[in-house]
């Protein structure tokens, strides 16, 4: 483990001295006010950090392995499901076997929730939980460093910029996830892209497949490298993205300017948003391990497109915003209990549906819609493609 010193997970020796500097660092204990008391913080702000601090001091004060610390969290994550979902469900964990690792890939939505919403499902199955892959693009505090890898993630080097320091890095993260699942029986997860897909297509990027078996010794039958990996394709759905008025904003100004300048801690408040906006009901549906049979990146990477699309829970909320793009409802169903979408049965989602647009300026409405289409046309592909 010392060639991953600088990236991996913190382990339970590391705990202590962690909590005791979270607990110093007035810029957690400033956030979690914020977080915990969104409209009192700013003039009762100065009465409530040290009260804050010490409900944190007494809940942390047992915490003595990662293990522990994650029962914590866990406590946090109840809470959030219980109030801002509807719902959390799963399917195809019964296909799998809890005593041995796997590498989930899912599509990415959102930063924390999706490897949480995974970790959540996993767990409350029998699983271990997880070692997630996290930006160094996201570390931007001391104390999110510190959350994150006493909570089992691992660090992606996103800022590496010379192509020699980016492949050296990427065969280093490729050598870790490899021996965590090989050597350490870990779970691993990780996006199969790079950032949010903010218009909802969920494409897997053949490079992150690629990095994966940069650590393939050579002569090494890229299939059963594959193989070896038991990589496990995860599609996460929510019925609604508290960051989809951001995301359209964003895509906007992209259209429109052709770039967009990403504001200071921009990523902190839409972790923020995500963990504290509503989001539905949400379906995690896990797919098949994949097996052998690929020649290469593209083809490991058009499977999980496959499986992803195939496997996606639809809402009423995607079923509604294709309506409105193409004029017609699709022959599709809805929810875990695969219910026929017919928009007269779901017409409180739909008014909801509209009321969520209709707060947006007019210019971004169109993306909005699109964002929650397009998973509908990736389910349709999919019926035309394999029936």
């Not at 992803?308 to 169903?333: I, K, M």
């Amino acid at each position: 483990m010392n060639d991953f010193e600088d990236i991996r997970p913190y382990n339970d020796s590391e705990v202590a001295p962690t909590i005791s500097r979270l607990l110093g660092d007035g810029e957690l204990i400033d956030a979690v006010t914020r977080l915990r008391f969104p409209r009192a913080s700013g003039p009762l702000g100065w009465a409530l950090r040290p009260l804050v601090r010490q409900v944190l001091t007494r809940q942390l004060a047992t915490v003595n392995s990662v293990h522990d610390f994650q029962m914590v969290v866990e406590k946090y994550m109840r809470r959030m499901i219980e109030n801002t979902t509807t719902g959390l469900t799963s399917s195809g964990l019964d296909k799998l076997d809890a005593s041995r690792p796997y590498l989930f890939i899912s599509n990415h939505r959102d930063i924390t929730m999706d490897p949480g919403f995974v970790n959540w499902t996993l767990y409350h199955a029998g699983f271990n939980t997880l070692r997630i892959a996290i930006g160094d693009n996201l570390l931007t505090k001391p104390y999110v460093t510190d959350l994150m890898r006493i909570n089992k993630s691992f660090i992606v080097n996103r800022s590496a910029k010379a192509p020699r320091e980016k492949l050296k890095a990427a065969k280093k993260l490729s050598a870790y996830i490899h021996h965590s699942i090989t050597a350490e029986q870990a779970n691993i997860w990780i996006a199969q892209r790079e950032g949010r897909a903010k218009d909802g297509k969920d494409k897997t990027n053949p490079a992150v497949v690629g990095m994966l078996a940069l650590n393939r010794p050579k002569g090494r039958d890229f299939g059963d490298y594959i193989q070896e990996l038991s990589i496990v394709p995860v599609s996460i759905s929510y019925e609604w993205d508290p960051c989809d008025g951001a995301k359209a904003r964003e895509l906007y100004l992209q259209q429109t300017t052709g770039e967009y300048q990403k504001g200071d801690q921009e990523d902190v408040r839409s972790i923020a948003l995500g963990i504290a906006g509503q989001k539905g009901h949400v379906h995690v549906a896990y797919g098949d391990v994949l097996g052998r049979d690929f020649a290469d990146s593209d083809e490991v990477a058009e499977e999980i497109d496959r499986q992803v699309w195939r496997h996606q829970v639809l809402h009423p909320s995607n079923c509604f915003a294709y309506q409105q793009l193409e004029g017609e409802a699709a022959a599709l169903t809805v929810g875990a209990e695969q219910r026929p979408f017919v928009a007269a049965e779901f017409a409180e989602a739909g008014a909801r549906f509209e009321q969520r647009l209709l707060a947006l300026p007019v210019e971004h409405r169109d993306l909005v819609r699109q964002m929650y289409a397009n998973p509908v046309r990736n389910k349709l592909a999919m019926q035309d493609a394999f029936g």
